[in-house]
T-cell receptor
Framework: DVKVTQSSRYLVKRTGEKVFLECVQD?????MFWYRQDPGLGLRLIYF???????EKGDIPEGYSVSREKKERFSLILESASTNQTSMYLC?????????????FGPGTRLTVT | QQQVKQSPQSLIVQKGGISIINCAYE??????FPWYQQFPGKGPALLIA?????SEKKEGRFTISFNKSAKQFSLHIMDSQPGDSATYFC???????????FGTGTRLTVIP
């Protein structure tokens, strides 16, 4: 069974703090993703990575950065947290098989910035 | 700009009824259309997916209908059960891309 784990289920941080969200997958997937999920807006892609040390901006990268030093680990960094970054953050990983790419999601981290 | 438009935002269906969720897209390069199901407290999980060379795909009580000319696809849940209560996301992707474009989600509630 593919497993994607996220370091925290719930996190409360103060405005201006630096925040690290960690994601680990155990299936040797090349691709990893960070999304944020907000009511009425669905899943919006922040960043993705298709290889170690490679990253691509998604739809809403402003205020975020990422790091992928090892294949299994993808970190999302909020350099200076703001209240509008209060959200559910979802990590996912994928590989391509038979032309169909399934994304496997972690359980999410609910971040509250006060 | 939302690449995939999904409706309705929420849906309430009686047990045993049919749930229908609709999605539309503009980019004709899309060639893979999955649906994801998300239960409260969990991440989304792939439910069923279709490629545009077929008009329908059925897996158990779940069916995707695909209309290439109208650039629309829909999820039908037959004999809906309370255990189907979840948020459903449609998505689209094209070959060569590494990311999915998700719809905004539909919260389905099936009442006993």
């Amino acid at each position: 069974d593919v497993k994607v784990t996220q370091s925290s289920r719930y996190l409360v941080k103060r405005t201006g703090e630096k925040v690290f969200l960690e994601c680990v997958q155990d299936m040797d997937h090349e691709n990893m993703f960070w999304y944020r999920q907000d009511p009425g807006l669905g899943l919006r892609l922040i960043y993705f990575s298709y290889d170690v040390k490679m990253k691509e901006k998604g739809d809403i990268p402003e205020g975020y950065s990422v790091s992928r030093e090892k294949k299994e680990r993808f970190s999302l960094i909020l350099e200076s947290a703001s209240t509008n970054q209060t959200s559910m953050y979802l990590c996912a990983s994928s590989f391509e098989t038979g032309g169909l790419r399934e994304q496997y999601f972690g359980p999410g981290t609910r971040l509250t910035v006060t | 700009q939302q690449q995939v438009k999904q409706s309705p935002q929420s849906l309430i269906v009686q047990k045993g009824g049919i749930s229908i969720i609709n999605c539309a897209y503009e980019n004709t390069a899309f060639d893979y259309f999955p649906w994801y199901q998300q239960f409260p407290g969990k991440g989304p999980a792939l439910l069923i997916a279709i490629r545009p060379d077929v008009s329908e795909k059925k897996e158990g009580r779940f069916t995707i209908s695909f209309n290439k000319s109208a650039k629309q696809f829909s999820l039908h849940i037959m004999d809906s059960q309370p255990g189907d209560s979840a948020t459903y996301f449609c998505a689209a992707e094209f070959t060569g891309a590494n990311n999915l474009f998700f719809g905004t989600g539909t919260r389905l509630t099936v009442i006993p």
